[in-house]
C-alpha cells in the first residue's frame, strides 16, 4: 500500500512558476514509476508528465514539453512537478499517482495509488 500527499498547488498570475511536490508512505517507493496527472473543470482527468522508479526518464504530455519538469528524490520518498511559464490553461486539480508493474504511461488504468489532489488556478 502507498499513500500519496501532494502539496505545492495555488494561485499564480500567468507566466509565473509553482513547484508541486508528492509525498509517498512505505519503504517501496523507489519501485514505482511516477506521474502527474490533471483534472479541469468539466474535463477528463489528462496525463501530464512521468518518471521512472529510478529517475532515468521522464515523459511529457506535448501540452507541457519545455515548461514542466518532473524530478523524484528517493531518500525522500517525493516525486515534484516543476512548472513554468504557466498559463489559464493549465488550471487543474493535479494528482500524482504511482505505477508499479508498467505500460502506458499517459494511461490512468495503469497506475496503482492516486493522491487526492492539489488545486492550480493561473489568472490571465
Known amino acids: 500500500q502507498v499513500q500519496l500527499v501532494e502539496s505545492g498547488g495555488g494561485l499564480v498570475q500567468a507566466g509565473g512558476s509553482l513547484r508541486l511536490s508528492c509525498a509517498a508512505s512505505?519503504?517501496?517507493?523507489?519501485?514505482?514509476?511516477m506521474g502527474w496527472f490533471r483534472q479541469a473543470p468539466k474535463k477528463e482527468r489528462e496525463f501530464v508528465a512521468c518518471i521512472t522508479s529510478i529517475g532515468d526518464g521522464t515523459y511529457y504530455a506535448d501540452s507541457v514539453t519545455g515548461r514542466f519538469a518532473i524530478s523524484r528524490d528517493n531518500a525522500k520518498n517525493t516525486v515534484y512537478l516543476q512548472m513554468n511559464s504557466l498559463k489559464s490553461e493549465d488550471t487543474a486539480v493535479y494528482f500524482c499517482?504511482?505505477?508499479?508493474?508498467?505500460?502506458?504511461?499517459?494511461?490512468?488504468?495503469?497506475?496503482?495509488?492516486w493522491g487526492q489532489g492539489t488545486q492550480v488556478t493561473v489568472a490571465s
Open positions: 512505505g519503504r517501496t517507493f523507489g519501485m514505482y514509476a
Open positions: 499517482a504511482a505505477q508499479r508493474y508498467g505500460g502506458n504511461v499517459a494511461s490512468l488504468t495503469n497506475y496503482d495509488y
